[in-house]
């Protein structure tokens, strides 16, 4: 079965918007296809599409750039490239142990982070890092405004972005670059095979005080919770000016098991299985990004394992 008519590859954003304004609704983006070509295999039921929009030729979506102390990372650039980046593993290190994990080499070497975020799952491991690291994502939108906004303003329901994939285009993500005294870390579990998400994962980022011995503030996203990726905001307060210590790491597990109701799903975990997860993970994930944040040393774990 035929399941598009055209398929184009615009070099530049604006093209983009005109191609799809041109096809009114009826065309789609496509990066790396690991997530749209089965949705589009699997659940085809309406008329086929009139044209995909290839967005993998765009320059500035292809690239990364660091500007002032922040990364700009294009929306089409691979898990891959991602894995690739020593500035990334140093310095937004959960981000490479996230990307790292997501499918097989296959997978990964297509496949982009503007995908993983446009599918709007809120399991999605490149999304679980980007909240932890408070990125902004910038779109440009089919009525040719084109804007910063925070990530989790992008998710709407499992599934369902703000963006409108046949009119809009994520174009970038921007984040800040751990400083001295901050570091990040990502785990996750997952099932061996069958399927394409986590069970649960965890990405955390924390800044420490002068001395390095107290924490300073912490981001926490552990997902997927609830129908879109949330931080968990009540662990993050219980280690505001804590002491890093065992006590500390108890209440924080202590609060994260009383503020976080995971739900069932079907084909990965009982709500039950993930509530005792979300332990384990917080119990590797936030050390591990306090003694990268005190030795100034980030190597990423994990990378490849998916
Ligand atoms: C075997 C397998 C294993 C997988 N394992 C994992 C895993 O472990 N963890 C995980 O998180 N995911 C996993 N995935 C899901 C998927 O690979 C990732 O979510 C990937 O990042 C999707 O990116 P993509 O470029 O392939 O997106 P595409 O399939 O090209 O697009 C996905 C959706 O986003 C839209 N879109 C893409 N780019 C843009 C853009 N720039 N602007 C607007 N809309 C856009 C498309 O129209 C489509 O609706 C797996 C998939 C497969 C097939």
Same mark, same amino acid.
């Given at each position: 079965?035929?399941?598009?008519?055209?398929?184009?590859?615009?070099?530049?954003?604006?093209?983009?918007?005109?191609?799809?304004?041109?096809?009114? $609704?009826?065309?789609?983006?496509?990066?790396?296809?690991?997530?749209?070509?089965?949705?589009?295999?699997?659940?085809?039921?309406?008329?086929?599409?009139?044209?995909?929009?290839?967005?993998?030729?765009?320059?500035?979506?292809?690239?990364?750039?660091?500007?002032?102390?922040?990364?700009?990372?294009?929306?089409?650039?691979?898990?891959?490239?991602?894995?690739?980046?020593?500035?990334?593993?140093?310095?937004?290190?959960?981000?490479?142990?996230?990307?790292?994990?997501?499918?097989?080499?296959?997978?990964?070497?297509?496949?982009?982070?503007?995908?993983?975020?446009?599918?709007?799952?809120?399991?999605?491991? $490149?999304?679980?890092?980007?909240?932890?690291?408070?990125?902004?994502?910038?779109?440009?939108?089919?009525?040719? *405004?084109?804007?910063?906004?925070?990530?989790?303003?992008?998710?709407?329901?499992?599934?369902?972005?703000?963006?409108?994939?046949?009119?809009?285009?994520?174009?970038?993500?921007?984040?800040?670059?751990?400083?001295?005294?901050?570091?990040?870390?990502?785990?996750?579990?997952?099932?061996?095979?069958?399927?394409?998400?986590?069970?649960?994962?965890?990405?955390?980022?924390?800044?420490?005080?002068?001395?390095?011995?107290?924490?300073?503030?912490? *981001?926490?996203?552990?997902?997927?919770?609830?129908?879109?990726?949330?931080?968990?905001?009540?662990?993050?307060?219980?280690?505001?000016?804590?002491?890093?210590?065992?006590?500390?790491?108890?209440? @924080?597990?202590?609060?994260?098991?009383?503020?976080?109701?995971?739900?069932?799903?079907?084909?990965?975990?009982?709500?039950?299985?993930?509530?005792?997860?979300?332990?384990?993970?917080?119990?590797?994930?936030?050390?591990?990004?306090?003694? *990268?944040?005190?030795?100034?040393? @980030?190597?990423?774990? $994990?990378?490849?394992?998916?």
């Amino acid at each position: 079965m035929q399941l598009w008519q055209d398929y184009h590859t615009p070099t530049s954003v604006e093209e983009t918007i005109q191609l799809l304004s041109s096809y009114a $609704g009826n065309s789609r983006i496509i990066a790396g296809g690991t997530d749209l070509l089965i949705d589009l295999q699997f659940s085809h039921s309406g008329p086929m599409l009139d044209a995909l929009i290839d967005v993998t030729a765009i320059p500035e979506m292809t690239r990364m750039s660091e500007q002032d102390g922040s990364l700009i990372v294009g929306a089409a650039v691979t898990h891959t490239n991602i894995v690739k980046s020593a500035l990334i593993e140093a310095k937004a290190t959960c981000l490479v142990e996230s990307c790292g994990v997501v499918g097989g080499p296959q997978v990964r070497n297509v496949g982009t982070l503007g995908g993983n975020v446009a599918h709007a799952l809120p399991a999605g491991d $490149g999304t679980t890092s980007l909240v932890a690291l408070d990125a902004q994502a910038e779109v440009a939108w089919g009525d040719g *405004r084109r804007e910063w906004l925070p990530i989790l303003e992008l998710y709407k329901g499992p599934g369902v972005s703000a963006l409108d994939s046949s009119r809009d285009l994520l174009v970038a993500f921007r984040f800040k670059l751990s400083k001295d005294g901050e570091a990040t870390a990502f785990k996750r579990i997952m099932r061996p095979q069958g399927v394409a998400l986590p069970v649960l994962g965890c990405a955390v980022w924390v800044r420490l005080d002068e001395s390095k011995q107290k924490y300073d503030c912490a *981001r926490i996203c552990i997902g997927p919770i609830g129908s879109v990726p949330t931080r968990a905001t009540e662990v993050e307060l219980a280690l505001y000016g804590q002491p890093i210590n065992d006590d500390t790491l108890e209440k @924080a597990v202590q609060i994260a098991h009383e503020s976080l109701h995971p739900r069932t799903s079907k084909y990965r975990a009982t709500a039950e299985y993930r509530d005792y997860m979300i332990e384990t993970l917080l119990r590797q994930a936030l050390p591990l990004a306090v003694k *990268r944040a005190q030795t100034g040393v @980030a190597q990423a774990e $994990g990378v490849g394992m998916g």
